[in-house]
């Protein structure tokens, strides 16, 4: 059975930083590329950052660019969000997901999606 457990949220005052972890298992994890996704109150689901496993390519949105890193530990088939000087805009609940390449991935088209963690940063 795959599946994507995302967990780390919680709540953070605006400046602060979490780091998200995305664990994989069912599947062979080099093979796929794992995406962080997050979807606010009233607005449309927008990738985050993804990475490809199996080389460590990443890739960003403009808005968490500087702020946010990806990184993937494949030992422990483990890909984590680490998010730094957060803002109010950056409250949603975060989810990851895994597909066969890093960018498609990225624009949503992946095989697998997990189940999503909450990140409220308070103002």
């Known amino acids: 059975e795959v599946q994507l457990q995302a967990s780390g949220g919680g709540l953070v005052q605006a400046g602060g930083s979490l780091r998200l972890s995305c664990a994989a298992s069912?599947?062979?994890?080099?093979?796929?590329?794992i995406a962080w996704f997050r979807q606010a109150p009233g607005k449309e689901r927008e990738g985050v950052a993804s990475?490809?496993?199996?080389?460590?390519?990443?890739y960003y949105a403009d808005s968490v660019k500087g702020r946010f890193t990806i990184s993937s530990d494949n030992a422990k088939n483990t890909v984590y969000l680490e998010m730094n000087n957060l803002t109010f805009e950056d409250t949603a609940v975060y989810y990851c997901?895994?597909?066969?390449?890093?960018?498609?991935?990225?624009?949503?088209?992946?095989?697998?999606w997990g189940q999503g963690t909450l990140v409220t940063v308070s103002s």
């Open positions: 069912g599947f062979t994890f080099t093979d796929y590329a």
């Open positions: 997901a895994a597909g066969r390449r890093v960018v498609a991935t990225f624009l949503g088209l992946a095989d697998f």
């Open positions: 990475i490809s496993t199996s080389d460590g390519i990443t």
